[in-house]
């Protein structure tokens, strides 16, 4: 069976016409259970290692295993097993349900998953007050909905599929202190759940993870838990002490 393991040996990449390699020696592993965190600034690479372990991208040199095996063909023979959820996550002009098993006809929906699915999100509450609760509409691209409300509706679709591995992109995007503890809350809910990696944005999520691999210009330059990258990143430090940690 599928095994949420994650493996990258020296790799490097450059995007075609590029002289300097978007991730230099790349080397990282993720162990089944674990929440990984990815933080480095813009530009440092952190999407282009995401799309590496998606299958989206091929490395110029090194390998890239998803359950001990080529990204595309793991997510070919176990289909579900792997969720990925983008910053801007894709709203369908429809229902809770329609946005929640999207590529999936709703007729046909496994209304238990869902509902788990959006308990684990940190959504169901707000769902359950809605008018036609799973039936009422979000409205065109989800207009009704806040950032923080759209993210988790994009966690609680990857979960549909309860998936092993979950990418998840976190939105950049300005949160109010509540919506940041929910989608901060519905992270913890999944650990030991799925195996996580994060291309985390938020301290909160940056201090829960087991491990934090720091990316700079493409290259690694710091890899362990909050407190040993926070001793070798003055820049990260100093994040962490404006935000009272």
């Not at 994650?6 to 300097?20: M, W």
């Not at 089944?32 to 480095?40: L, N, P």
């Not at 952190?46 to 091929?58: A, W």
Request: proline fraction near 4%; hydrophobic fraction near 40%; glycine fraction near 8%.
């Amino acid at each position: 069976g599928f095994k949420a393991t994650v493996s990258l040996k020296n790799i490097t990449f450059y995007y075609p016409g590029t002289s300097q390699p978007a991730l230099d020696d790349i080397s990282l592993e993720v162990i089944e259970g674990e929440t990984i965190a990815i933080v480095g600034s813009s530009g440092a690479g952190k999407t282009t290692l995401v799309d590496l372990i998606l299958g989206i991208l091929s490395p110029n040199s090194g390998t890239v295993e998803v359950s001990d095996t080529n990204p595309l063909d793991a997510i070919s023979k176990w289909p579900g097993a792997i969720s990925y959820v983008p910053q801007e996550v894709f709203m369908a002009n429809g229902s809770f349900l329609d946005n929640v098993v999207m590529g999936f006809d709703p007729k046909y929906a496994n209304i238990e998953n869902v509902k788990v699915a959006l308990q684990l999100a940190h959504l169901n509450a707000h769902v359950e007050n809605q008018p036609a609760n799973l039936d009422t509409l979000i409205g065109e691209r989800g207009t009704s909905l806040s950032g923080g409300q759209r993210q988790r509706l994009g966690i609680a679709r990857a979960l549909y599929t309860k998936p092993k591995l979950l990418v998840l992109d976190e939105a950049t995007s300005a949160l109010d202190g509540q919506t940041e503890a929910d989608i901060s809350h519905s992270i913890q809910r999944l650990r030991g759940e799925v195996t996580l990696l994060v291309i985390a944005h938020r301290l909160s999520t940056i201090k829960s993870a087991d491990r934090i691999y720091y990316l700079e210009k493409g290259r690694l330059v710091a890899v362990g838990s909050f407190d040993e990258v926070r001793r070798q990143i003055p820049d990260f430090d100093q994040q962490a002490k404006l935000m009272g940690l």
